[in-house]
């Protein structure tokens, strides 16, 4: 696939980015924003716009995917060119990669009716047990708050029978609220966020991912506590690596990190690559190449 290395998306110049917001009309809905960033030659196009039609393509991906490793599935979403290399979409991509890698994975399978427990850890942040004493790898769970001071979240216990025959359509709803949800939240976080308001929006978007599966609200108590570590966790790794701001290095960061994570504090295992290579650098002008962890040299 050959894109154009250049920022804009309209001429292909490099993006400028100011101090303070200015009054811009955007090239392509001509509405009037304040926003910090053109290209050279003064074209603005506003985050609904640059990431519309990137985001039906996440969406139409992560319903079709089978696979579980979320780095995988980005990947194949990044092939796609309303995918560009920098932009909002990552924000709704990460978390949706996730959500779908977590769902292939068994993540969403208690939602639907199959037998359960509650993890522990999930319940008080610790390693736990199942209710047979063997520990609780594997198992995953719905989510539903208590009353009351966080007697923590409740453990709900499902048991059915053979192949309910309904799991797999209710598997799909949930799966597919899920998505929807990510759009709506992720599609809120502005572009450049992560210079801007030093919070990058990959990570930012594995702590929405986190509070979708967990039912997090401001009032809950683990839940909150869970999605706000994961969204510092995955910042923090994506600040270490430096910049400039790369949206690929800091998706495929972001969403290692939600992998472990995921796998430490709710005992769902997704899966990684052995070694995450971006195929994309020639596109980046301001690519960190043999600084960056996934550079394929």
Excluded at 89 to 114: D, I, P, Q, R, S
Excluded at 183 to 190: I, Q
């Amino acid at each position: 696939m050959a894109r154009n290395t250049g920022a804009c998306l309209v001429c292909g110049k490099p993006i400028v980015y100011y101090e303070s917001a200015r009054k811009m009309e955007c090239v392509m809905c001509h509405g009037e924003f304040e926003a910090y960033a053109s290209c050279e030659d003064g074209h603005y196009v506003c985050d609904d716009c640059h990431a519309r039609r990137g985001i039906q393509v996440i969406m139409e991906g992560c319903k079709k995917s089978r696979k579980k490793d979320p780095i995988a599935i980005m990947q194949e979403l990044m092939e796609d060119p309303y995918i560009y290399m920098h932009g909002p979409e990552h924000h709704v991509m990460v978390g949706a990669a996730l959500l779908t890698a977590y769902k292939n994975c068994g993540g969403f399978e208690v939602c639907a009716g199959k037998t359960a427990i509650q993890p522990a850890r999930l319940l008080s942040g610790k390693q736990g047990a199942g209710a047979n004493g063997a520990k609780d790898e594997g198992l995953s769970t719905e989510v539903r708050e208590t009353t009351g001071e966080d007697a923590g979240l409740s453990m709900e216990v499902r048991e059915t029978t053979g192949e309910d025959a309904g799991v797999s359509e209710r598997v799909q709803e949930v799966f597919h609220k899920a998505l929807e949800e990510m759009k709506s939240r992720g599609s809120e976080y502005p572009g450049g966020a992560c210079g801007l308001w030093g919070c990058c929006g990959a990570a930012v978007s594995t702590g929405i991912f986190m509070s979708i599966i967990t039912k997090a609200t401001p009032l809950t108590g683990h839940s909150w506590r869970l999605s706000n570590q994961m969204t510092s966790r995955a910042l923090g790794a994506v600040a270490d690596l430096g910049g400039p701001r790369c949206c690929k290095r800091d998706s495929f960061t972001a969403a290692k990190e939600a992998v472990e994570f995921v796998r430490e504090k709710l005992g769902v295992e997704m899966e990684l690559p052995q070694k995450i290579e971006c195929g994309f650098f020639a596109e980046n002008q301001q690519c960190l190449k043999k600084h960056c962890p996934y550079y394929k040299m």
